[in-house]
């Protein structure tokens, strides 16, 4: 499941797409071999100018999928600039719906789109079948340096592919209750033991509140967690050969933490989006939700009755000191391999998220939280001021913890079984206040037989 990243027509705004595909958020692959590869091919060749100066040029209708509202706007500028072209676009149903769809279309052969949008954990699921065109012949490559590294890293292969063009992401921090905080003592914490400590002393102090809400119903939280902790659990080494480590000792020191504290009972583990969990943020019954930059304006909608009463900050560290994230959702615009115009189609994806007009819109009209250097460091989006959060700089805080988000993190062909997989084993251990290592390494024996019955050579 992923959270909702498009702006909700019932309440205005933005929301990373939850029931999508919740692994940790984000997906994809880096360049050190996450989304698969052409299996050891060469680079293939650019295209030339001249090509691509005569393909725009030429009438031409592209089909572009995506859940995102009035994008008709951002398309309208790409059709300005190149009138030759238009484009049609088609909401095929958020994330996994849209991509049952194009599974059925590629299968079938027909109807399949131009463009398509993916979230980033579930690129290697469609390059690894060969239903994805790498950009680099069309000069995607010269876009890497606009992007924030470990965003890029998403869409690259392990032999250097681009598979995709990055539209937004979701770096992690802690929004958390001012006036709770304030009431009780409580500074925000800076490493994960102040934040235990803290989660005991308000607990003790109002048996009614939590330090916090640790959902056992999808793991886009626990993935966030282990990309912070400098988890790799996942990596493609070949394209059929994987390694799958999601039971090692990192891992079992953020199950030890976590289910300590839920045994506690100092920390609780409701089904988050759910009515219980909006009622309970509205409440007061959570002094903070983990979550990512999307969260603030989703919060903001979803809490009106605590306007004001919020604020933000960076994830607690393990290391006193240190300034690590991980990232939780985000999507991308890919060109499908069948499209009959490649050189329109890559063409388009690029310039609806790097073009500084249209990807400024996916800002303001989408509210996405940008991937793009220029707008994390562009002083009329990083200074605006938040009256929700009392008037805290809340873009800005965001802005520095995408840039220290790892960029090494990596997903694998079939990330809906391993998130499913999680639901049944760590999910439940905590859940049900067993043993999380015996979780863990149940989870680890699932993910690898059925990487091995895909045919998949599974290493740790």
């Known amino acids: 499941m992923t959270l909702p990243r498009m702006r909700w027509l019932a309440v205005g705004a933005a929301a990373a797409l939850f029931l999508a595909g919740c692994a940790g958020g984000t997906t994809g692959g880096t360049t050190g071999g996450t989304t698969g590869g052409t299996g050891g091919e060469g680079k293939p060749a650019a295209i030339s100018q001249a090509d691509i100066h005569k393909a725009m040029k030429t009438p031409t209708e592209l089909t572009f999928w995506t859940w995102l509202p009035d994008i008709d706007k951002e398309v309208a500028l790409f059709e300005k600039k190149y009138p030759a072209i238009s484009v049609k676009v088609i909401n095929a149903g958020n994330s996994q719906a849209e991509y049952t769809k194009l599974r059925t279309a590629l299968k079938a052969g027909s109807g399949a789109p131009d463009v398509v949008q993916i979230e980033y954990q579930h690129i290697p699921g469609f390059a690894i079948t060969g239903s994805l065109l790498d950009l680099r012949p069309y000069g995607a490559e010269a876009l890497k340096d606009r992007f924030v590294d470990w965003a890029w890293g998403q869409v690259s292969g392990r032999n250097g592919e681009v598979w995709a063009i990055p539209q937004d992401t979701g770096p992690m921090g802690m929004l958390y209750r ?109 002094a903070t939700w983990l979550t990512a930059a999307w969260g603030p304006l989703f919060l903001s909608t979803s809490a009106k009755e605590t306007r004001g009463k919020w604020r933000v900050a960076p994830l607690p560290q393990w290391t006193a000191g240190e300034q690590k994230s991980g990232n939780w959702g985000g999507s991308t615009s890919a060109v499908v391999k069948t499209t009959k115009n490649p050189i329109a189609a890559a063409k388009f994806a690029e310039f609806l998220n790097s073009d500084p007009e249209s990807a400024r819109m996916l800002t303001t009209l989408q509210f996405l939280y940008p991937p793009t250097k220029a707008l994390l460091s562009d002083p009329a989006f990083v200074e605006q001021k938040s009256d929700f959060y009392g008037g805290q700089q809340v873009n800005k805080v965001f802005a520095d913890i995408s840039g220290t988000v790892p960029t090494d993190f990596a997903w694998l062909p079939f990330m809906d079984q391993i998130n499913n997989d999680w639901n049944e084993t760590v999910g439940k251990s905590l859940a049900d206040k067993t043993d999380p290592a015996a979780g863990l390494d149940q989870w680890q024996q699932t993910i690898t037989t059925y990487a091995e019955k895909q045919g998949f050579k599974v290493a740790r």
């Open 178 to 286: 001012k006036d709770i905080f304030d009431k009780h003592g409580i500074e925000p914490p800076k490493t994960w033991d102040e934040f235990a400590a803290a989660a005991r002393k308000l607990h003790a102090a109002d048996p009614g509140v939590y330090l916090t809400n640790f959902p056992t119903n999808h793991n886009s939280i626990w993935t966030g967690l282990m990309w912070q902790a400098g988890v790799k659990p996942f990596q493609m080494k070949g394209a059929d050969q994987i390694s799958v480590d999601v039971a090692g000792e990192t891992s079992k020191k953020l199950a030890s933490y976590w289910s300590g504290l839920v045994k506690e009972g100092v920390v609780s583990t409701d089904a988050d989006f759910s009515d219980q969990w909006f009622q309970a943020l509205n409440k007061g019954r959570y």
